[in-house]
C-alpha cells in the first residue's frame, strides 16, 4: 500500500492575509491562493478558476465563496465548485492555524 504523507508547511501569520482577502502562495509552478473570511475562516484554493484560469485571489470573497475577477464564476472555498449553473472545480488544500499561523498542506 502506497501512503502518501503530507507536509505541512507554515506560509506565516493568519494576520498576514486580509480579510475577505487572499494571499498567494508558490508550489513549484503552482499559485495557490488562500483565503481568509471575514470570520477568520481559512482556505487554500489552486489560483486558477475553472472557467478561463482566471485569478481567484483577486475576487471577492463573500458567504464561503470566492467571486472569480473575470467572469464572474462563483467558487466555493471549501469545495473549490462553481456554483449556480455552472460546472467546473478547482484544487482544493488542507489547510490549518496553530498559535496563529497558517500552515499549507502540500
Do not use: Y
Not at 77 to 102: M, R
Amino acid at each position: 500500500m502506497n501512503v502518501q504523507t503530507k507536509t505541512w508547511v507554515s506560509i506565516g501569520p493568519l494576520t498576514e492575509i486580509p480579510r475577505q482577502g487572499a494571499r498567494c502562495v508558490k508550489n513549484g509552478d503552482m499559485s495557490i491562493a488562500v483565503f481568509r473570511t471575514s470570520h477568520d475562516q481559512i482556505f487554500a484554493l489552486e489560483d486558477k478558476c475553472p472557467h478561463k484560469n482566471g485569478p481567484l485571489s483577486q475576487g471577492i470573497v463573500h458567504d464561503g465563496c470566492v467571486t472569480c475577477p473575470l467572469h464572474n464564476w462563483v467558487i466555493s472555498l471549501e469545495t473549490g465548485a462553481a456554483q449556480g449553473a455552472d460546472v467546473g472545480q478547482t484544487t482544493t488544500f488542507e489547510i490549518k492555524i496553530e498559535d496563529g499561523n497558517v500552515l499549507l498542506a502540500l
